[in-house]
């Protein structure tokens, strides 16, 4: 299996700040990765599919990149509703796996 | 708008059975695969299984492999996930959602697996 590994698993962060959370795999997935975010008690929402295509509604300050084993989520300039654990998703072997997972906490 | 509802989650003893449904409305069923993730209480997300937009591809995470099937009726709009031989540690919040990306979920389904 596909081992996905996010750094940091937890960080503080101001409103305003850039923001970036990697997603490392332990073999190369080409740009099969989608990052999600989840607030306490809600469903998670998908952010970003094919690690750069914005979902639709989404704000333009959240961005992916990366291909192979390295990716990254940005969040350009931290809003209040922003804080929240955030997951990447590989979906390109089988079987899918996620990350584990970074808390966005207030500083 | 896409939605998705799932029913049927609830207590099962541990080996029981459990039957998962999702009603999806708002997009056009058959021209999409369709997923299933779950979260444990206070852990992070699962993907369990996965399903081609006419059923002739099914794939499941190694842990659920002969014990969970997943399904679809593209007339009814409706994708279900059979689950068999349940464990404690199946006990989650079961997601229904659409595409391999899973880029929309429905609500969320509890299945507590408990004596």
């Known amino acids: 299996d596909i081992q996905m590994t996010q750094s940091p698993s937890a960080m503080s962060a101001s409103v305003g700040d850039r923001v970036t959370i990697t997603c490392r795999a332990s073999?190369?997935?080409?740009?099969?990765l989608a990052w999600f975010q989840q607030k306490p008690g809600k469903v998670p929402k998908c952010l970003i599919y094919t690690s750069s295509s914005l979902q639709s509604g989404v704000p333009s300050r959240f961005s992916g990149s990366g291909s192979g084993t390295e990716f990254t989520l940005t969040i350009s300039s931290l809003q209040p509703e922003d804080f929240a654990t955030y997951y990447c998703?590989?979906?390109?072997?089988?079987?899918?796996?996620f990350g584990q997972g970074t808390k966005l906490e207030i500083k | 708008e896409v939605q998705l509802v799932e029913s049927g989650g609830g207590l099962v003893q541990p080996g029981g059975s459990l039957r998962l449904s999702c009603a999806a409305s708002g997009f056009t069923f058959s021209s999409f695969w369709m997923s299933w993730v779950r979260q444990a209480p206070g852990k992070g997300l699962e993907w369990v299984a996965n399903?081609?937009?006419?059923?002739?591809?099914?794939y499941y995470v190694d842990s659920v492999r002969g014990r969970f099937t997943i399904s679809r009726d593209n007339a009814k709009n409706s994708l279900s996930l059979q689950m068999n031989s349940l464990r404690a540690e199946d006990t989650a919040v079961y997601y229904c959602?659409?595409?391999?990306?899973?880029?929309?979920w429905g609500q969320g389904a509890l299945v507590t697996v408990s004596s």
């Open positions: 998703l590989q979906h390109n072997s089988y079987p899918y796996t």
């Open positions: 073999q190369g997935i080409s740009n099969s």
């Open positions: 959602a659409r595409g391999r990306w899973v880029t929309y």
């Open positions: 399903i081609k937009e006419d059923g002739s591809g099914k």
